[in-house]
């Protein structure tokens, strides 16, 4: 079946650190690919997303690339800020637009 | 154009009640998807409409249950609460119901069970 492991959180960072979660995901067929990001009291809002392989989603500094031959989509910035902190969620879409999340990785950025 | 809307935002209810949430999605778009978000239990599928029809279920007990509108809007009723309901409920639409579609969240309910 159709799953997504996430890295575990919660990972804290100081101001302008590169940030990686690793993603990886289990799936049948070619699903698309998508990074959620959700901040306190609210619901998720998508970051970015990659539909077939080797394409890159990017937005707001953060991106990933969707790799087949590891089956992953790593989510990547070169210099986080402490309105990043959020809890991060990686998820695959199949054909008939089924998602599947991943746990969620909570990011805390300190000054 | 207006987002996902999700109403009430926050609900207390007591221990066998049941509780029905509302689901405006965007103009528009015809799917509608249900998530129950918990912090032990993450985010869990439970039920996605398109065209008033119940296209997929996740594995939620029947007291679980929702419908389409011909609008579009969708509801969620919950009914004989259990305390294990206490959870934040997440709508999201999306505008097809197959190929790669984005989902768009609404802010969610928040209810709790006492």
């Known amino acids: 079946g159709n799953s997504v492991t996430q890295m575990e959180g919660p990972v804290t960072l100081s101001e302008e650190a590169f940030l990686t979660i690793n993603c990886t995901y289990t799936?049948?067929?070619?699903?698309?690919l998508f990074w959620y990001v959700q901040y306190p009291g609210e619901g998720l809002q998508l970051l970015l997303k990659?539909?077939?392989?080797?394409d890159k989603g990017s937005n707001k500094g953060f991106e990933a690339t969707y790799r087949k031959e590891t089956t992953s989509f790593h989510l990547e910035k070169g210099s986080v800020q402490v309105s990043d902190s959020a809890v991060y969620f990686c998820?695959?879409?199949?054909?008939?637009?089924?998602?599947?999340f991943g746990t969620g990785t909570s990011l805390t950025v300190i000054p | 154009k207006a987002g996902v809307t999700q109403t009430p935002r926050y609900l207390i209810k007591t221990r066998g009640q049941q509780v029905t949430l509302s689901c405006s999605p965007i103009?528009?778009?015809?799917?509608v998807s249900w998530y129950q978000q918990t912090p032990g239990q993450g985010l869990q599928f439970l039920f996605e409409?398109?065209?008033?029809?119940?296209?997929n279920k996740g594995n939620f007990p029947g007291r679980f249950s929702g419908r389409q509108f011909s609008n579009s809007r969708s509801e969620m009723n919950v009914s004989t609460l259990e305390l294990g309901d206490s959870a934040l409920y997440l709508c999201?639409?999306?505008?097809?119901?197959?190929?790669?579609?984005?989902?768009?969240f609404g802010a969610g309910s928040r209810l709790t069970v006492l």
């Open positions: 999201a639409s999306s505008l097809q119901a197959s190929g790669a579609n984005v989902l768009t």
């Open positions: 990659a539909t077939k392989a080797d």
């Open positions: 103009s528009g778009h015809r799917s």
């Open positions: 998820a695959l879409s199949d054909p008939g637009n089924q998602f599947y």
């Open positions: 799936a049948t067929g070619y699903p698309s």
């Open positions: 409409y398109f065209s008033e029809t119940q296209r």
